[in-house]
Nanobody, 120 residues
Framework: QAQLVESGGGLVQPGGSLRLSCAAPGSIFSIATMAWYRQAPGKQRELVASITSGGRSNFGDSAKGRFTISRDNAKNTVYLQMNSLKPEDTAVYYC??????????????WGQGTQVTVSS
């Protein structure tokens, strides 16, 4: 019952760029901290970047200096611009909406994921 829908994944060469998009219902998007996580086979899920409803962003160490997160409130969409991609960035990327502190229960929403493969 994913209410978040990711798009934009694909195959890209090292050093290339991709832009991921995640659309959410307005009732979720307007108050949520939105985030991108990723998970590679055999590894735990890790935070890539997040952005609050007020536009404050935070980045995981692997994304700093290379990735940018942004949100378009008119379109209820969050973006992850990925530049200077490396093979280590290969993973399934998941969109997340966190509704805390507005909700104390059932506060977390996830998309189904989009595959990003960085390879020559």
């Amino acid at each position: 019952q994913a209410q978040l829908v990711e798009s934009g994944g694909g195959l890209v060469q090292p050093g290339g760029s991709l832009r991921l998009s995640c659309a959410a219902p307005g009732s979720i998007f307007s108050i949520a901290t939105m985030a991108w996580y990723r998970q590679a086979p055999g590894k735990q899920r890790e935070l890539v970047a997040s952005i609050t409803s007020g536009g404050r962003s935070n980045f995981g160490d692997s994304a700093k200096g290379r990735f940018t997160i942004s949100r378009d409130n008119a379109k209820n969409t969050v973006y992850l611009q990925m530049n200077s991609l490396k093979p280590e960035d290969t993973a399934v990327y998941y969109c997340n909406a966190d509704l805390r502190p507005w909700r104390f229960r059932d506060y977390d929403y996830w998309g189904q994921g989009t595959q990003v493969t960085v390879s020559s």
